[in-house]
Nanobody, 118 residues
Framework: QGQLVESGGGLVQPGGSLGLSCAASWSFFSTHDMGWYRQAPRKQRDWVASITTSGITYYADSVKGRFTISRDNANNTVYLQMNSLKPEDTAVYYC????????????WGKGTLVTVSS
């Protein structure tokens, strides 16, 4: 597995929006399903959203209707558009291949911190 670099995090007020990016230095990026995960302080890392190689998307109930995952295979990048943000969305956000995560072979990037606060 190559490198994953997440970016786009920051401080945003409740109800605001933020867009995250994840650049992958992987060969054959287009053949990988991709997902976003997040880890809040003192909590485990949780799955947020996934997009398959064919563009089918899945979302955790907590973000459904507010977050949108997309991908750009030409640029080896996956995105997460986050709208109507809530304080409980505060976390470090990571991207990875869900299959690699499930089998315990995922190599994680540094993530990007999203803080939702007034």
């Amino acid at each position: 597995q190559g490198q994953l670099v997440e970016s786009g995090g920051g401080l945003v007020q409740p109800g605001g929006s933020l867009g995250l990016s994840c650049a992958a230095s992987w060969s054959f990026f287009s053949t990988h399903d991709m997902g976003w995960y997040r880890q809040a302080p003192r909590k485990q890392r949780d799955w947020v959203a996934s997009i398959t190689t064919s563009g089918i998307t899945y979302y955790a109930d907590s973000v459904k209707g507010r977050f949108t995952i997309s991908r750009d295979n030409a640029n080896n990048t996956v995105y997460l558009q986050m709208n109507s943000l809530k304080p409980e969305d505060t976390a470090v956000y990571y991207c990875n291949d869900p299959t690699m995560v499930q089998v315990g072979m995922a190599s994680w990037g540094k993530g990007t911190l999203v803080t939702v606060s007034s």
